[in-house]
């Protein structure tokens, strides 16, 4: 496919969103709909982009025997689900900073040691060019509330029993049930 005009269709706070046309390999054409965090996309460099836009947030108790999962309240679905603390990167701030910052604001925890940083992925192919990148880590700390009254956060500790029975029972957002089921069977 190759890609022939990007159009910006609408401007929102967090999100824009962008009807990209593009001719198929018969000679067609396909209009696909899409929503970025960039506000300025004109051509395949700001659409293909390698810079985060958020963190994704991995850790572990300090025994190395739990892991961290929040409860959340989603909008988007209307339900809680089960999902990684996560959370967009500030201007000016690294990958690291941004991890140590979310933890603290939806959890109360403190990240204290960064055992890696997974490269840059894709959030939602299936419908936005958002990019994150995972720092995995590990945490420790008492729970306190969200700093945000615009998140409803329940974290929580879990071992590899409880994660599997949760992944049984309950929805999760992707990355993080594949992460938790790789997890929970070692």
């Known amino acids: 496919m190759e890609l022939k005009k990007i159009d910006k269709v609408l401007d929102g706070k967090f999100i824009h969103r962008y009807d990209l046309t593009y001719e198929t390999a018969d000679g067609g054409t396909k209009v696909y709909e ?3 965090r960039n506000p300025d996309i004109k051509g395949k460099k700001e659409l293909t982009a390698r810079k985060p836009d958020a963190v994704v947030i991995i850790v572990h108790d300090e025994a190395g025997e739990k892991i961290l999962i929040d409860r ?3 909008l988007a679905t209307g339900e809680w689900i089960y999902n990684f603390p996560a959370g967009l990167i500030d201007e000016g701030e690294e990958p690291e900073e ?3 910052r979310e933890l603290r604001e939806e959890t109360g925890l403190e990240l204290y040691e960064i055992d890696d940083k997974i490269p840059l992925s894709y959030s939602a ?7 994150n990148v995972c720092i995995v880590g590990k945490a420790r700390g008492e729970f306190k509330e969200s700093t945000s009254v615009l998140e409803e956060i329940e974290p929580g500790w879990y071992t590899k029993a409880e994660v599997r029975e949760l992944i049984a029972k309950y929805p999760f957002a992707a990355r993080t049930q594949a992460y938790c089921y790789v ?4």
């Open 72 to 74: 959340e309240f989603r």
């Open 125 to 131: 192919i299936g419908f936005s060019n958002e990019t």
């Open 98 to 100: 941004s991890a140590k």
């Open 34 to 36: 899409m929503i970025s």
């Open 183 to 186: 997890w929970s069977k070692e």
